[in-house]
């Protein structure tokens, strides 16, 4: 069982900078995939960006390439997801999610979501 707790959120100007924290709790293999997603007011939740516990592999969704940064920290059981030159198009809730699978489509552990708001 795998607990997530994020952290980070707010509200940021356009073009500013936010980093969001996901603490997860329980073991961590290093076969697991880390993600964050997030989800803005009446739309589904999306896929943003993922990294591999073991090896620290990335992969990102177009929207946020060269912008966004995903890392973990193994010895703090944390992954970052550190936001540059944002966009009012960014605003939505952002969830760190696990996958114990390691392909990117069983994400069975979610947190509770932080709030990220970005004006223009």
């Known amino acids: 069982q795998v607990q997530l707790v994020e952290s980070g959120g707010g509200l940021v100007q356009a073009g500013g900078s936010l980093r969001l924290s996901c603490a997860a709790s329980?073991?961590?293999?290093?076969?697991?995939?880390m993600g964050w997603f997030r989800q803005a007011p009446g739309k589904e939740r999306k896929f943003v960006a993922t990294v591999t516990w073991g090896g620290g592999s990335t992969y990102y969704t177009d929207s946020v390439k060269g912008r966004f940064s995903i890392s973990r920290d193994t010895a703090k059981n944390t992954v970052y997801l550190q936001m540059n030159s944002l966009k009012p198009e960014d605003t939505a809730v952002y969830f760190c999610?696990?996958?114990?699978?390691?392909?990117?489509?069983?994400?069975?552990?979610w947190g509770q979501g932080t709030q990220v708001t970005v004006s223009s």
């Open positions: 329980g073991r961590i293999f290093s076969t697991y995939v």
């Open positions: 999610a696990v996958d114990p699978v390691g392909d990117r489509r069983l994400w069975a552990y």
